[in-house]
């Protein structure tokens, strides 16, 4: 490492903040240890409400610049703030893979997703008393066809301040072990490719973007977090953006998403000093 270097700055986002009250108190723990320096917030989860919102509040604001974002939530097993919502399973947003299908064969309403994305904008607002600084997508639905334009549409007519989250990675120099290196990591391949349409739009928008993205890896298979978080930081240029989903179990996580238990490993190693160290020597800062 060269010590006379700048530090990079990355932004450390833990998604799914209102999602369960054990997933709250493990990501306000991290903001308060200065370990995570962005959260983005879940308007439909089951732990979101006004005590929630200012404990939220109150440690973001003891700590340096931590950004909090609007995380829209398009899929099940969460329920739309709109009356007509489309399309929907017994009052439920669709699963991701029903959502995404339907993009790719155009049968989505874009008016009906930009009239949702508003309503979630607003009750962020109605919430936190301003606009968020950044969204994002809850299973990266912004990403998807169709979807995207509702996304970037709302974004800028209620929140024309913020940036948005692309899911793309950073492009190294090596052509050859890059291509090795995608194909061999099939998740984020695919956010690869979704997310060159999405920075296209952006773009064309005036919307600002995070320059590269990581994070994405197969929770099911419980890996290393902390053998994965060196590899997300290798290369992760000033301004990126990687993605955690630290959280406590409890009954409610249980009964809303399967990512359980991983969550408190992610929460234990953000928590350690070994990722101070981690930080150190691939000289980055949060601050």
């Not at 723990?29 to 439909?44: C, E, K, Q, Y």
């Not at 399309?87 to 309403?109: I, S, W």
């Not at 607003?122 to 509702?150: I, Y």
């Not at 990581?214 to 902390?226: H, L, V």
Request: glycine share 8%.
């Amino acid at each position: 490492m060269n010590d006379t270097a700048p530090r990079r700055r990355i932004w450390l986002c833990a998604d799914d903040y209102g999602l369960s009250e054990g997933v709250n108190r493990a990501i306000r723990d991290l903001i308060a240890r200065g370990r995570l320096n962005a959260t983005s917030v879940m308007v439909v989860g089951a732990a979101i409400g006004r005590d929630e919102v200012a404990a939220l509040q109150t440690v973001a604001a003891n700590s340096p610049r931590c950004a909090i974002g609007l995380h829209a939530t398009l899929t099940a097993p969460f329920r739309p703030l709109t009356m007509h919502f489309r399309p929907t399973d017994g009052g439920m947003f669709v699963a991701f893979p029903k959502l995404l299908r339907a993009g790719l064969l155009r049968r989505l309403d874009p008016e009906i997703i930009h009239a949702e994305l508003k309503m979630q904008l607003a009750a962020f607002n109605e919430l936190f008393g301003r606009a968020p600084d950044f969204v994002d997508g809850h299973q990266h639905a912004q990403l998807f066809p169709q979807v995207r334009d509702a996304f970037l549409g709302a974004v800028k007519e209620a929140a024309p301040g913020a940036w948005v989250r692309q899911g793309g990675r950073h492009q190294p120099l090596q052509p050859l072990q890059s291509l090795a290196k995608r194909l061999g990591a099939p998740k984020a391949l695919v956010l690869d490719i979704l997310s060159a349409q999405f920075r296209k739009r952006a773009s064309h928008a005036g919307i600002a973007f995070n320059p590269a993205f990581a994070g994405a890896y197969d929770f099911s298979r419980q890996p290393d977090f902390a053998a994965l978080m060196g590899q997300f930081l290798d290369g992760l240029p000033e301004g990126g953006l990687i993605m955690c989903h630290p959280g406590f179990v409890d009954e409610t996580l249980v009964s809303l998403d399967p990512l359980t238990t991983q969550r408190e490993r992610e929460h234990a190693f953000l928590a350690g000093e070994h990722f101070a160290v981690l930080l150190a020597a691939n000289n980055v800062t949060l601050g």
